[in-house]
């Protein structure tokens, strides 16, 4: 093979310079993306794909603890079947990709290229459920869904993206409600529990719900430049939907009602949050429990007998334990530290000829950049352990920058001063007017996030116009 001239893998921007740039360097050079044909489409390049493929496979675990089905549904929308929920159909309608032909022929009704798939459900459902029995549907759907977004960035907007969308019907109001809640529930614990990501969870204002949402609930995440990050939502349809699609059932009573729906839907966007919690300028930081390897074996002076030998041992060794590999390709050790801090693999093991001699390896953590000595013997207890610190590690940081980004504003001027010196969550008190919303977003370019479960009392007035405040509302720069 031939050796490179270059034994270091190429440097990021500096975060602290230019964020945006970090970012798009980050995702190239830990190759997580390339860009499609498609302006705004993206390719999930391997290594990319197998983080998302285990954050996947735990919330799809989740998804059927907690007794929903996947189902596959179309990718096309019949034009009417979209437009026949009025505040569903105005709110997707600027970013919807439409099909007018069909090879040469033009079609006597434009076919939607699914934004989302409420419709859709809803109109099997009208069919499918009749009686009580038949409630409640609980379905997913792994999908991608299209939607034409003018400007785009790997992950966090892209015209086309991957997702799980779930759709569910039930008896009651409340039955949905629980729902709901419980959904959110799972993306959080998904996002804290998994992806090390700190979440405030709360409601969206009537402005910002989703089209057709009785009301929505969401999982709000900091990034490391001070922005938030819509990471996760669950919407509460009631009977909207039932009612524009005559979804109803007999109940006990023999009695006709409407069912009460929600969806709830989280996407390769978490990716983004993913690169912007944790990462820094060395590269990516990925939190053990996903990461698709946990522990890099380097061999060192890897040309000396029995080195090797003894790494392939290694890897035997602890690949029960945990998930290992090993880079014996003859670059240079210096230029592998790089490329897999890049890649943000927890942890690397070291293994050079002293270390045989001494029956030691060297762990080094891609969080702190700490090493430590470590027997063989002790080796497949510590290394479980280890992670598990990096894991932890990983969310008290990150919560612990969150909270420090997290500022109670009383007055307008203290507002617009710390957003702009400081950014991060701000928390102010809402009179519940769409007029101050609208006025604060244009006067900072801040969007209400969402009104937090956990609510406080910092002052009685509305920041923006004085009068009384209903609720505590958190406000910041968003994705
Ligand atoms: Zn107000």
């Not at 499918?128 to 029995?133: F, K, L, M, V």
């Not at 290992?324 to 897999?340: H, L, Q, R, T």
Request: glycine fraction near 6%; charge should be negative.
């Amino acid at each position: 093979m031939a050796k490179k001239n270059k034994n270091f893998v190429e440097k990021v921007t500096a975060m602290e310079d230019d964020f945006a740039q970090w970012y798009t360097d980050v995702v190239k050079q830990a190759e997580l993306v390339d860009y499609g044909q498609v302006k705004g489409t993206m390719i999930i390049r391997p290594y990319g794909y197998a983080i998302w493929e285990n954050i996947k496979d735990e919330l799809n675990k989740m998804i059927k603890d907690t007794g929903h089905s996947n189902v596959q549904f179309p990718i096309f929308i019949p034009e009417s079947l979209l437009q026949k929920e009025a505040d569903h159909v105005e709110g997707f309608a600027p970013e919807v990709a439409w099909v007018t032909h069909g090879g040469d022929n033009e079609l006597e009704e434009r076919i939607a290229v699914r934004p989302t798939s409420e419709v859709l459900f809803c109109e099997y459902y009208s069919k499918h459920i009749h009686s009580y029995r038949d409630l409640p549907k609980l379905y997913n759907q792994w999908a991608n869904v299209v939607r034409w977004e003018k400007t785009t960035r790997p992950f966090l907007r892209s015209s086309e993206f991957h997702w799980q969308e779930g759709h569910t019907a039930h008896a009651t109001d409340e039955e949905a409600a629980a729902e709901t809640a419980k959904m959110l529930d799972v993306y959080a614990d998904l996002a804290e529990n998994y992806l090390a990501i700190p979440v405030y969870k709360g409601k969206k204002t009537e402005k910002e719900k989703f089209a057709g949402a009785n009301y929505t609930l969401t999982i709000e995440a900091l990034m490391h430049d001070g922005k938030a990050l819509q990471s996760g939502t669950s919407h509460h349809f009631g009977s909207g939907f039932a009612e524009a699609f005559d979804i109803t059932y007999l109940d006990k009573d023999g009695k006709s009602q409407f069912v009460h729906q929600t969806s709830w839907g989280l996407s390769t966007r978490i990716m983004g949050a993913l690169i912007m919690v944790h990462g820094d300028n060395r590269g990516l930081v990925v939190p053990p429990r996903i990461a698709p390897t946990q522990a890099m074996i380097i061999p060192i002076a890897q040309h000396k007998e029995g080195v090797l030998d003894k790494a392939y041992e290694l890897r035997d060794q602890l690949k029960n334990i945990v998930r290992v590999d090993i880079d014996a390709s003859d670059k240079m050790p210096g230029w592998k530290f790089n490329e897999y801090e890049m890649k943000g693999i927890p942890v690397r093991i070291e293994l050079g000829p002293k270390d045989i001699e001494k029956n030691q390896v060297v762990l080094a953590r891609r969080d702190t950049g700490e090493k430590e000595f470590v027997a063989l013997a002790d080796l497949e207890k510590r290394l479980p352990e280890l992670l598990e610190e990096v894991q932890q590690n990983l969310y008290n940081k990150a919560l612990q920058h969150r909270n420090e980004m997290t500022t109670s504003v009383t007055t307008m001027e203290e507002f617009t001063e710390v957003l702009e010196t400081k950014g991060g969550f701000l928390k102010a008190m809402w009179c519940g007017d769409l007029e101050c919303e609208e006025k604060i977003k244009e006067d900072t370019t801040a969007t209400s996030r969402c009104i937090p479960f956990e609510q406080e009392k910092l002052s009685d007035s509305c920041v923006c116009c004085g009068k009384p405040a209903k609720e505590l509302v958190l406000w910041a720069k968003a994705y």
